[in-house]
């Protein structure tokens, strides 16, 4: 087996460094049916992030699809060669083993050895009872994925205020915003846009966003 300090080198945290422990481990030792291509998918991931590259983690970005991704905006998510020819249930079942496998990998990590810096991952130290809906729809020229995040508790998801028109505003705490973005980044990792909104030329492998359930708004960090 890979050992993670034989891959790794950029500095990292120590909880990320576990991760990649238990996904290598998973991968020689799935735990359950389609649990070793979700630890593969998951270790790409951090791979990517982190500018990693090791014979474990699966390469799957040597194909010739970025010459159609013209547009100046175009862009195209990790995962989405390996995605490119399944069905939208199909993708949405990664999607949810993903978020599932996500939090299993972080609550192995989450501070063994009681240290004393919190080392933060949001899917795994989201509340339990949080549940995530994946559906997909088709229609007419494509189709959409749509994540909800639901149950979420109020003291820790959200503040609620009102706008100038004196309107309740749920506005998320940093700790669901954070949650938001870590499942947005799953939802784009499938995908790929190569639309032009001048022209009104809209191409991509599936429409969809993630959203709260109440509505709550998610401020922009970018």
């Known amino acids: 087996m890979t050992h993670p300090e034989e891959i790794v080198p950029v500095p990292v945290n120590e909880r990320v460094r576990r991760q990649i422990e ?29 500018e990693m590259h090791d014979g474990s983690a699966p390469r799957t970005d040597t194909d010739d699809t970025d010459r159609f991704l013209y547009n100046p905006r175009a862009w195209k998510g990790s995962k989405y060669n390996q995605a490119r020819h ?32 919190a080392l933060r991952d949001p899917i795994a130290d989201a509340p339990a009872g949080i549940k995530y809906s994946v559906r997909t729809e088709y229609y007419s020229g494509g189709g959409s994925i749509d994540i909800t995040i639901k149950n979420i508790p109020q003291e820790w998801g959200w503040t609620e205020d009102t706008d100038e028109w004196g309107n ?26 190569n639309s032009d ?21 998610i401020p922009r960090r970018w």
């Open 86 to 117: 399944l069905s939208l249930t199909e993708i949405a079942k990664l999607m949810r083993a993903d978020i599932k496998l996500a939090r299993k990998v972080g609550n192995k990590t989450k501070n063994p050895s009681g240290d004393a810096v």
């Open 168 to 193: 309740k505003v749920l506005t998320a705490t940093s700790a669901l915003a954070d949650l938001y973005e870590a499942v947005d980044e799953i939802h784009r990792a499938y995908n790929y846009d």
């Open 197 to 217: 909104i001048q022209t009104d030329y809209f191409d991509r492998n599936y429409y969809g966003h993630v959203s709260t359930e109440p509505n709550i708004r």
């Open 22 to 50: 238990v996904l290598l481990a998973l991968i020689e030792r799935p735990g359950s049916e389609g649990e070793e291509d979700a630890a593969r998918r998951a270790l790409k991931r951090i791979y990517d992030k982190y």
